[in-house]
């Protein structure tokens, strides 16, 4: 089994920072892209950034040029670096791994999900 465990959320005021880490553990062959994605209340849960193993990176448009997405591949790590946030970034953060898992007949494809850290920005 794979497991992704979140840390670094929190309570900030506007315009302050926070880095939230991502930790994939268990059985794994390789990591492709990793992602954070946010779903705040009342809406559907959207993509923040993401970044490949190649380290190309995308944004959401609101995130952009305040957040920025990282990624230790030896540690099976990403991290997302939160400046300058906003009222509307609060959310639950989820993070996601595309990866694929050792099997006797071949690796497969799996899609990982952690269980989601809160962000909540409020004077």
């Known amino acids: 089994q794979v497991q992704l465990v979140e840390s670094g959320g929190g309570l900030v005021q506007p315009g302050g920072s926070l880095r939230l880490s991502c930790a994939a553990s268990g059985s794994i062959f390789s990591i492709n892209a990793m992602g954070w994605y946010r779903q705040a209340p009342g809406k559907e849960r959207e993509l923040v950034a993401r970044?490949?193993?190649?380290?190309?990176?995308n944004y959401h448009d609101s995130v952009k040029g305040r957040f920025t997405i990282s990624r230790d591949n030896a540690k099976n790590t990403v991290y997302l670096q939160m400046n300058s946030l906003k009222p509307e970034d609060t959310a639950v953060y989820y993070c996601?791994?595309?990866?694929?898992?050792?099997?006797?007949?071949?690796?497969?494809?799996?899609?990982?999900w952690g269980q989601g850290t809160r962000v909540f920005v409020s004077s």
């Open positions: 996601n791994a595309a990866l694929l898992v050792p099997d006797i007949d071949g690796p497969y494809e799996h899609d990982c």
């Open positions: 970044i490949t193993s190649g380290g190309n990176t």
